[in-house]
């Protein structure tokens, strides 16, 4: 089997700074895009970041100039790096890898479970 750890989430008072990482572990075969999504309270889960097995990264326009992920291929992992946070940055974040595993033809979704962000003062 497969899964998707996240860490890193947290409280932090606005303008601060933290840093969410996310290994796959399992039987992996390979791993297109990883990406990180937010949901908040009442919200539709929404796309924060896609990045390529290459290293591009599209982010949502709200979190540009803000937001900066990478990407390592050997260890599986993505990390995010989330500057001058705000208050409506606030949400549960979920990992996302698009993955062929070794028991299953095709690529697939596979979900972490997610970890909670709480920008406050």
């Known amino acids: 089997q497969v899964q998707l750890v996240e860490s890193g989430g947290g409280l932090v008072q606005p303008g601060g700074s933290l840093r969410l990482s996310c290994a796959a572990s399992?039987?992996?075969?390979?791993?297109?895009?990883m990406s990180w999504y937010r949901q908040a309270p009442g919200k539709e889960r929404e796309l924060v970041v896609i990045i390529t097995s290459g290293g591009s990264a599209n982010y949502a326009d709200s979190v540009k100039g803000r937001f900066t992920a990478s990407r390592d291929n050997a260890k599986n992992t993505v990390s995010l790096q989330m500057n001058s946070l705000k208050p409506e940055d606030t949400a549960v974040y979920y990992c996302n890898a698009n993955m062929a595993v070794l028991y299953r033809v095709g690529y697939f979704d596979y979900w972490g479970q997610g970890t909670q962000v709480t920008v406050s003062s």
């Open positions: 399992g039987r992996i075969f390979s791993i297109n895009t």
